[in-house]
C-alpha cells in the first residue's frame, strides 16, 4: 500500500480510535499476569525466582509472532488476517483460564504472547500504512498511546478481577472483551488492499534479515527499544513483591498501572514531534527521564508518593522513546511496515524477556534496592548508546 497525497488527511478521527482502541485491548492480554505473579507461583509450585519464566514464555510468544506472523501484513490481506487472529486469541484465552498445570499455564502464556502481539503489531502497521507521510508519526503516535493504556489499564483490571473472582477469570473476562472487540472490528474495520509486492512466505522472511542487516536506524533504533523495554520489565514485573509483602491487595497492586497513563498520555505527541523534525531531541530527553526516574522508584516500600512519582516518569520516557523509534522507521519503506515493525518488536521482545528473568533473579538476591540499581544501569547504557551512535541516524 503507498503513501497517498501527503498534503491530504487521509484517516479520519473514528478510524484512528479504532486502531487506538483495538491495539490496546489487543496487547493488554500479555501483560495480564504481571499482578499475578506471587499467586500463580503459590498455586502451581514455583519459586520467586522461577515465577519469571510466566513472563518470558509469554515474551517467547512474542518473539515467535514477529518472526513468523507479523510479516504476514506485507502479504496477505490485513482486515482478513486480523479477524482470523482475533477468533484464535479467543480461543486460546478459555484454554488459560482452564489451565491447571505449570506446562498448561506456560503453554497458554505463550499462546497469548503469540497471537495478542500479531494482532497489536499489525493493527499499528496497518495503521502506519493508511495514514499519509506526514501525519504518519502522529497516527503512529496515537494508535502506540493506545497500547500503552491497554498495557498499563491491563495491570489494574487484572488485579481487580483476581480478587473479586480469581485469576482463572482474568483471562476468561478477557476471552468476553475479545469475543467483543471481533464483532465490533468485522463491522467497522475498513477494506485492506493487497500489497503491491506480491512476495512468497520465505521471501517476505528472508527480506527481514536483510533489514536488520542493512538499515542502520532499525539497527539503533532497535538496540534503544531493547535497553528500554528491559528497563520497563524490569520495574513492572518485580513491583509486584514489594507490595505484596506490605499487604497490597491485587486490585490496589494492578492500580498503579493506572498511574503510569499520565506518562502515555503525555507522550502521544512525541510522534508529532518526530513529524517536525525533532526525534534526538525527544530521544535524549527520554532517556535522561528514564534513568532519573529510577531514584524515586528505589523508595517505594518508605513513600508511596516516591514510587507515583518513579511511574510517571518511567512511563513517560519509555512511551516517547518508543513512539519516537517507530515514528522514525516508518518513514522509509510504505511496502514493507509489517516487517519493519516485526524487525523492530524483535528487539522488544528480547528486552521484555532478558529484563523478567534478571529482575526476579536479582530480586531473589538483592531485593528491590538491587532491582533498581539493574534498572538504572540499563537505562545509563541506553543513554550512552544513543549518544554514541548519533552520527549514524539523519532525523
Same mark, same amino acid.
Given at each position: 500500500m503507498r503513501d497517498t497525497d501527503p498534503t491530504t488527511k487521509t484517516l479520519p478521527a473514528t478510524l484512528i480510535w479504532l486502531f487506538a482502541a483495538a491495539s490496546g485491548l489487543s496487547v493488554a492480554n500479555v501483560y495480564y499476569a504481571q499482578p499475578l505473579?506471587?499467586?500463580?507461583?503459590?498455586?502451581?509450585?514455583?519459586?520467586? !525466582?522461577? =515465577?519469571?519464566?510466566?513472563?518470558?514464555?509469554?515474551?517467547?510468544?512474542? !518473539?515467535?509472532?514477529?518472526?513468523?506472523?507479523?510479516?504476514?501484513?506485507?502479504?496477505?490481506?490485513?482486515?482478513?488476517?486480523?479477524?482470523?487472529?482475533?477468533?484464535?486469541?479467543c480461543l486460546v484465552l478459555l484454554a488459560l483460564g482452564n489451565a491447571t498445570s505449570t506446562a498448561g499455564l506456560?503453554?497458554?502464556?505463550?499462546?497469548?504472547?503469540?497471537?495478542?502481539?500479531?494482532?497489536?503489531?499489525?493493527?499499528i502497521a496497518y495503521a502506519a500504512s493508511a495514514a499519509a507521510s506526514h501525519e504518519r508519526g502522529s497516527v503512529v503516535g496515537m494508535a502506540q498511546g493506545g497500547v500503552m493504556i491497554g498495557l498499563l489499564l491491563a495491570r489494574t483490571l487484572s488485579g481487580m478481577v483476581a480478587d473479586i473472582a480469581g485469576w482463572r477469570a482474568v483471562y476468561l473476562v478477557s476471552a468476553g472483551i475479545s469475543l467483543a472487540l471481533l464483532i465490533l472490528l468485522w463491522r467497522m474495520l475498513p477494506a485492506s488492499p493487497q500489497a503491491e509486492k506480491r512476495l512468497s512466505y520465505g521471501a517476505l522472511l528472508a527480506s527481514m534479515a536483510n533489514m536488520l542487516a542493512h538499515n542502520k536506524v532499525l539497527q539503533v533504533r532497535g538496540v534503544l527499544a531493547l535497553l528500554m523495554f528491559a528497563a520497563l520489565s524490569i520495574f513492572w514485573s518485580t513491583l509486584v513483591f514489594p507490595l505484596s509483602a506490605q499487604g497490597f491487595s491485587h486490585s490496589a497492586i494492578g492500580a498503579f498501572g493506572l498511574v503510569g497513563?499520565?506518562? !502515555?498520555?503525555?507522550?502521544?505527541?512525541?510522534?508529532?514531534m518526530a513529524d517536525k523534525g525533532r526525534a534526538q531531541w525527544t530521544t535524549g530527553a527520554a532517556l535522561i527521564l528514564l534513568l532519573t526516574a529510577w531514584l524515586p522508584l528505589g523508595f517505594t516500600t518508605q513513600s508511596l508518593w516516591a514510587l507515583i512519582v518513579g511511574i510517571v516518569a518511567l512511563d513517560l520516557a519509555g512511551q516517547a522513546i518508543h513512539v519516537t523509534n517507530q515514528s522514525l522507521i516508518f518513514r522509509q519503506d510504505s511496502d514493507g511496515h509489517s516487517r519493519l515493525v516485526a524487525c523492530y518488536m524483535l528487539f522488544y521482545a528480547v528486552g521484555s524477556g532478558v529484563g523478567a528473568i534478571a529482575a526476579t =533473579?536479582?530480586? !531473589?538476591?538483592?531485593? #528491590? #534496592?538491587?532491582?533498581?540499581? @539493574?534498572?538504572?544501569?540499563? =537505562?545509563?547504557?541506553? @543513554?550512552?548508546? #544513543?549518544?554514541?551512535?548519533?552520527?549514524?541516524?539523519?532525523?
Open positions: 505473579l506471587a499467586t500463580l507461583a503459590q498455586e502451581f509450585g514455583l519459586t520467586q !525466582a522461577a =515465577s519469571g519464566m510466566v513472563i518470558t514464555a509469554t515474551q517467547l510468544g512474542c !518473539a515467535l509472532a514477529l518472526l513468523l506472523l507479523v510479516p504476514l501484513g506485507d502479504m496477505l490481506n490485513r482486515r482478513r488476517l486480523t479477524l482470523v487472529q482475533l477468533v484464535l486469541l506456560l503453554a497458554g502464556m505463550l499462546m497469548t504472547g503469540l497471537l495478542g502481539t500479531a494482532m497489536t503489531q499489525g493493527l497513563v499520565a506518562g !502515555a498520555l503525555g507522550a502521544a505527541r512525541a510522534g508529532a =533473579s536479582v530480586q !531473589a538476591l538483592a531485593g #528491590w #534496592w538491587g532491582v533498581c540499581g @539493574l534498572g538504572a544501569a540499563v =537505562s545509563l547504557v541506553a @543513554l550512552v548508546f #544513543w549518544r554514541l551512535t548519533l552520527p549514524l541516524e539523519k532525523a
